[in-house]
């Protein structure tokens, strides 16, 4: 394994309500020293889950939500953050109530991902809901979210709908559905 640079100082160079900017000196183990800036969760550090919920055996739930960041509606899984001492499928369950209106009787943690390693610090669980039934809690979302579902033998598809871009989402997606294939749960 590679030896990773060091530290010579790291800084908080800018603050807002979400994010941190850390700006960090680092001397890697040629000599060549670099400076890199991430962003850093404000400190919470409870991390955030998002949800595959599969309505049936081939159709998972996708909801619709602005984003500011593409300034425009987008088509996404449930997601959201972990309250303090909450465990990662009680979050997940919780966050599917509040943005579906589903709760799930089976839930699996799949794994965890990142969105810009070379950038950003925060990571997602990545968790499987199964046999859902109808359950809304009040969440945060300033409107209420459309609800879409896709087929998990058709998401080529799905990357080339206008509403669909995130990465992390499409990756949980074939995650959850080569797991099915693999079960023999779904048949491609």
Same mark, same amino acid.
């Given at each position: ?16 309500r979400?994010?941190?900017?850390e700006?960090?000196?680092l ?11 991430r ?9 955030a889950?998002?949800?595959?919920? %599969? ?6 739930l996708?909801v ?12 996404? %899984?449930?997601?959201g ?25 089976? %839930? ?21 809901? #199964? ?7 009040p969440?945060d979302?300033?409107?209420p ?7 998990? #033998?058709?998401?080529?598809? %799905? ?13 949980a ?16």
């Amino acid at each position: 394994m590679r030896q990773k640079p060091t530290v010579l100082a790291r800084a908080i160079v800018a603050t807002s309500r979400l994010f941190r900017v850390e700006e960090l000196q680092l001397r890697f183990s040629n000599g060549v020293e670099r400076t890199y800036e991430r962003l850093v969760g404000t400190g919470s550090g409870y991390g955030a889950v998002m949800i595959v919920a %599969l309505i049936d055996d081939q159709h998972a739930l996708l909801v619709e939500e602005y984003c500011a960041g593409t300034d425009d509606y987008q088509l996404s %899984l449930p997601k959201g953050l972990i309250e303090p001492g909450e465990d990662i499928l009680v979050a997940a369950n919780r966050e599917l109530k509040e943005e579906a209106g589903y709760g799930a009787h089976h %839930l699996e943690y799949l794994t965890e991902l990142s969105l810009s390693p070379g950038y950003m610090t925060q990571k997602i669980q990545v968790v499987l809901a #199964r046999d859902l039934y109808e359950k809304r809690l009040p969440g945060d979302e300033p409107e209420p979210m459309r609800i879409e579902r896709v087929n998990l #033998r058709e998401l080529s598809d %799905l990357v080339r709908h206008a509403q669909f871009s995130e990465g992390r989402a499409l990756a949980a997606l074939y995650l959850a559905r080569d797991l099915l294939v693999q079960r023999g749960v779904l048949v491609l």
